[in-house]
């Protein structure tokens, strides 16, 4: 009697990979390959087959780590937003200087997205090719810098440094913007370093909002 195939090990979700080191490391080497891949060709372009070559692996065991294509995407993004929560966590939003909070906060976020172009402008393009019952995941975790820029603008409102007349709304979203729009420019191999960067656009952002009078 012939012998009966071994199962299939069933497929990793990106949230829950293996917990080896070994695994860990692995997961961890196919995030950075699929972040470049899509990147440089873009999701639509780039085929399993062509992470799989990237990796070193056979492609029937890429999907021993991820189902899809798409919920490898998945992976890429969320945590994009996961490691950025200690720098909400960092915010004192009950400080009397919420001015300088805010330049705090918006620098930590240039400093990000520099280094996290890829996923963030990955992030930017791709976004809609995320399953349409984890994109709300995501949009949440993103939607946490926007309720945080908001509430240091509305405590500079209150604290008088900012005019009433300012639509905390409008300008969160309108300064989270330009603080990541940084990866769209940003060279690591330019004249300036990073962090001065980071410094001299947060300083922008904030006087440009503080002096604004509609």
């Excluded at 950075?32 to 990147?39: C, E, K, M, N, S």
């Excluded at 603008?153 to 309108?174: G, L």
């Amino acid at each position: 009697m012939a012998a009966s195939a071994p199962k299939a090990t069933a497929p990793i979700s990106p949230k829950r990979p293996r917990k080896s080191a070994k695994s860990i490391e692995r997961w961890n080497q196919i995030l950075d390959v699929a972040t470049r891949l899509f990147r440089e060709k873009g999701f639509a372009a780039t085929s399993m087959q062509d992470v799989s070559d990237e990796v070193g692996l056979l492609k029937g065991s890429l999907y021993y780590y991820v189902r899809s294509k798409e919920d490898l995407l998945f992976g890429i993004l969320r945590d994009l937003h996961e490691n950025g929560e200690e720098i909400i966590a960092a915010i004192d939003f009950d400080s009397t200087e919420p001015l300088k909070e805010l330049e705090r906060f918006l620098l930590q976020i240039v400093l990000y997205a520099g280094e996290h172009a890829d996923r963030l402008a990955i992030f930017l393009r791709d976004f809609t090719f995320v399953p349409q019952d984890k994109q709300s995941e995501i949009i949440k975790e993103r939607d946490m810098y926007t309720h945080a820029c908001e509430r240091l603008i509305e405590r500079a409102i209150k604290m008088k440094q900012i005019s009433r007349k300012v639509n905390a709304r409008i300008a969160a979203n309108a300064l989270l913007r330009g603080a990541s729009s940084t990866h769209e420019w940003y060279r690591a191999d330019g004249p300036m370093k990073l962090k001065d960067i980071a410094d001299q656009v947060a300083g922008i952002l904030v006087r440009g909002v503080a002096n604004y009078t509609p």
